[in-house]
């Protein structure tokens, strides 16, 4: 068992095994064979939506580590709806979820206010 999230999603795996047939297809193209290259262009793009519309329909993940209990290809995303935070492909869906808001750090505590630069004295 890993100690790390890996990422392994379902629209993760779908999307490369679909971008390999892509690819295969594209590298046929460039070594003659003459549809290749359309239709690996084609397989290409087309990897990249069912991977995209996988993630919003919650089987991808958003950016960052998961808690250990989501690690399974198994669970399904139940947040994808509302939209990750700083994740592009939500933004791309009009899903906006903004990140929370980072706690204020308090400053000194000295309760005075810091001495004034006299006006002839500037710092260089």
Known sequence: MSLYDEGHTVAGWTGTAIAAVGSTALGLGVCGWTP???LGAVIS??????TWVLHLAGWGKPPGPRPRAQWSLRVRDRSARGGHADC???R???????PAPLPAVPGPATGTAPAAVPAGEASH
Do not use: I, K, N, S
């Open 88 to 90: 592009l492909g939500c």
């Open 36 to 38: 290749g290259f359309a």
């Open 92 to 98: 791309l869906a009009g899903r906006r979820r903004v």
């Open 45 to 50: 793009v087309a990897a990249l939506v069912v």
